[in-house]
């Protein structure tokens, strides 16, 4: 399956700043997916990123607060925007794995905490 | 809306024991179960997949699907203090999404 980076793993931010998280696939992918994970909560999809279109935001979700770009078939960012300490999360990306459909992979997920 | 529920737990099992873990949904046309595996700190990791009613077995680890009730469960065998981890259920409900629920924490004592 795909093997997917993400970077920062971890970061500690202001309040009202902005952060953009990146996500690298080693395979092109047609579909990338951003997850948040609220500490001690589960995973809730924040968008599906599509490559040539704009994102597909969940309800909830704006593309306001969590810009996103894929620039092309193995990359991604998602933007947090002037973040407050309710952003705290974990954020990961992730793809669907070659090998069987609706399968989901997962980067290691980046740590914000917000102050 | 739908919705995927789990006890939250943590549920505790002795080693060697066996573990269910269960999930329920709500929507009836969904087709596709997962269960992930997630170590603190880390990222979620697949272990099982079942697409059809019955049992589904992975060593020591099997799924069960039953769609009239609307339920899945994730029982491991011979449970080891390597499989403490939170247990989380996922089902496809439209194309590729994934709702996934609120996950069950499941402590193996030695």
Same mark, same amino acid.
């Given at each position: 399956?795909?093997?997917?980076?993400?970077?920062?793993?971890?970061?500690?931010?202001?309040?009202?700043?902005?952060?953009?998280?990146?996500?690298?696939?080693?395979?092109?992918?047609?579909?990338?997916?951003? #997850?948040?994970?609220?500490?001690?909560?589960?995973?809730?999809?924040?968008?599906?990123?599509?490559?040539?279109?704009?994102?597909? #935001?969940?309800?909830?979700?704006?593309?306001?607060?969590?810009?996103?770009?894929?620039?092309?078939?193995?990359?991604?960012?998602?933007?947090?925007?002037?973040?407050?300490?309710?952003?705290?999360?974990?954020?990961?990306?992730?793809?669907?794995?070659?090998?069987?459909?609706?399968?989901?992979?997962?980067?290691?997920?980046?740590?914000?905490?917000?102050? | 809306?739908?919705?995927?529920? %789990?006890?939250? $737990?943590?549920?505790?099992?002795?080693?060697?024991?066996?573990?269910?873990?269960?999930?329920?949904?709500?929507?009836?046309?969904? %087709?596709?179960?997962?269960?992930?595996?997630?170590?603190?700190?880390?990222?979620?990791?697949?272990?099982?997949?079942?697409?059809?009613?019955?049992?589904?077995?992975? $060593?020591?680890?099997?799924?069960?699907?039953?769609?009239?009730?609307?339920?899945?469960?994730?029982?491991?065998?011979?449970?080891?203090?390597?499989?403490?981890?939170?247990?989380?259920?996922?089902?496809?409900?439209?194309?590729?999404?994934?709702?996934?629920? $609120?996950?069950?924490?499941?402590?193996?004592?030695?």
């Amino acid at each position: 399956s795909a093997v997917i980076s993400q970077k920062p793993s971890r970061d500690i931010c202001q309040r009202g700043t902005s952060l953009t998280i990146q996500c690298q696939v080693d395979s092109q992918v047609t579909m990338m997916f951003w #997850y948040r994970q609220q500490p001690g909560q589960s995973l809730t999809l924040i968008a599906t990123a599509n490559q040539g279109s704009e994102a597909t #935001y969940e309800s909830g979700f704006v593309i306001d607060k969590f810009p996103i770009s894929r620039p092309n078939l193995t990359f991604s960012t998602l933007t947090v925007s002037n973040m407050s300490p309710e952003d705290s999360s974990i954020y990961l990306c992730s793809v669907l794995a070659i090998s069987g459909a609706n399968v989901l992979t997962f980067g290691a997920g980046s740590r914000l905490t917000v102050l | 809306q739908k919705e995927v529920e %789990q006890n939250s $737990g943590p549920l505790s099992v002795p080693e060697g024991a066996i573990a269910s873990l269960n999930c329920t949904y709500s929507d009836r046309v969904s %087709q596709s179960f997962f269960w992930y595996r997630q170590y603190s700190g880390k990222s979620p990791e697949l272990i099982m997949s079942i697409y059809s009613n019955g049992d589904k077995e992975d $060593g020591r680890f099997t799924a069960q699907l039953n769609k009239a009730s609307q339920y899945v469960s994730l029982l491991i065998r011979d449970s080891q203090p390597s499989d403490s981890a939170t247990y989380l259920c996922a089902v496809d409900n439209a194309g590729n999404m994934l709702t996934f629920g $609120g996950g069950t924490r499941l402590m193996v004592k030695p």
